[in-house]
């Protein structure tokens, strides 16, 4: 059930029993994980809404403390820099979103700020463990307090010394724990005991689930010339907001159809991983490249690549080049179909 895709991703020594394993909490129960590639970032300042929500894809300045969204940092051209989830707060403004793509997205929000009161603070000793699949409510509220048990999705509560947010990801029913580091050990240690109904697992089992959803990682499915439309990623944009950074080119696609690219799924008709950034060719031309696979125990062998229009309609075969030869794959349309 091997996934690949994410960038850092060193050779994977878990059993594969222990990662069916893993899988399956995921899709039929609980899954946590420290999450070390996230961090959590603080905007603070009379015009921090003000300033994200015209720095920003998503709805910021309407979201009332208490609630959280998703949303993407993009350059004037809707070429996707980063992803993350705003949680609204009284007084400051919660961003958790990727260690590795925000210094980008930081340099391009400072130089955006002119005579803006707000203030940028990344806060490292705050650390965020996810809790994913549909007994997630259940294993956070051991964790953390059964008032977890009725917070709606897209929502956050402060619970004693931590923050607590509703937030499904990879496809996935899932919550968010965000907490220091001394006080995240004793919450990894809670949910790791069997009366939580979780189990830890490893970034291949959530990988595989979130590429059985189609969801774009960025960085890895997408490059710094991805528009956001391409990689799929309209639940982080709103559609009715006003004006911010990268709309026009949104507007734009969006009216006109003007996409000529987009992340499709792949099934591979010999059950092996194609390797990464493998050509995807149609009738002997490219039309796109391999940039995550899965071994998946629903589906086998899958794959996610952004491919030319040629190739949209469900059900094309494309070839993969790889070492030892062609492989024969054919384009699903995301989600993939899992019966």
């Given at each position: 059930m091997r996934a690949v895709?994410?960038?850092?991703?060193?050779?994977?020594?878990?059993?594969?029993?222990?990662?069916?394993?893993?899988?399956?909490?995921?899709?039929?129960?609980?899954?946590?994980?420290l999450h070390d590639d996230r961090l959590v970032v603080?905007?603070?300042?009379?015009?921090?809404?003000?300033?994200?929500?015209?720095?920003?894809?998503?709805?910021?300045?309407?979201?009332?403390?208490?609630?959280?969204?998703?949303?993407?940092?993009?350059t004037e051209h809707a070429h996707v820099i980063t992803s993350f989830f705003a949680l609204a707060r009284p007084d400051d403004l919660l961003l958790e979103t990727s260690r590795q793509r925000w210094p980008q997205a930081r340099a391009h929000l400072e130089k955006l700020i002119v005579a803006d009161d707000v203030e940028i603070e990344e806060l490292d000793t705050t650390v965020v463990i996810a809790i994913l699949g549909p007994k997630s409510a259940q294993a956070t509220s051991y964790a953390a307090d059964e008032s977890v048990l009725t917070m709606e999705p897209w929502r956050h509560a402060t619970i004693g010394a931590v923050t607590v947010a509703n937030l499904p990801r990879f496809g996935s029913p899932g919550f968010a724990i965000f907490a220091?580091?001394?006080?995240?050990?004793?919450?990894?240690?809670?949910?790791?005991?069997?009366?939580?109904?979780?189990?830890?697992?490893?970034?291949?089992?959530?990988?595989?689930?979130?590429?059985?959803?189609?969801?774009?990682?960025?960085?890895?499915?997408?490059?710094?010339?991805?528009?956001?439309?391409e990689a799929r990623l309209q639940p982080a944009i709103s559609f009715a907001k006003g004006c911010y950074v990268g709309q026009e080119t949104i507007e734009r696609a969006t009216a006109r159809g003007g996409l000529k690219k987009r992340l499709f799924g792949l099934r591979l008709e010999d059950g092996q991983l194609p390797a990464l950034n493998a050509c995807v060719m149609l009738d002997g031309t490219e039309v796109g490249r391999v940039s995550s696979a899965a071994l998946s125990p629903r589906l086998g062998a899958?794959?996610?690549?952004?491919?030319h229009h040629s190739a949209w309609p469900a059900g094309t075969k494309v070839k993969i080049a790889g070492p030892s030869g062609e492989q024969v794959a054919t384009v699903s349309d995301l989600p993939f179909a899992i019966s």
């Open positions: 895709g994410h960038p850092r991703r060193v050779p994977d020594v878990t059993s594969e029993s222990n990662l069916l394993r893993e899988y399956e909490a995921l899709v039929g129960a609980a899954g946590f994980r603080r905007v603070s300042g009379e015009d921090r809404s003000a300033f994200i929500h015209g720095m920003c894809s998503n709805d910021i300045i309407g979201l009332k403390a208490g609630a959280a969204v998703e949303a993407l940092i993009l220091d580091r001394a006080r995240a050990a004793t919450i990894l240690v809670r949910l790791g005991s069997p009366a939580s109904g979780a189990i830890e697992v490893s970034e291949d089992a959530i990988d595989t689930v979130r590429i059985e959803h189609g969801i774009a990682r960025i960085g890895v499915d997408t490059n710094d010339k991805t528009i956001a439309l899958i794959a996610l690549a952004t491919l």
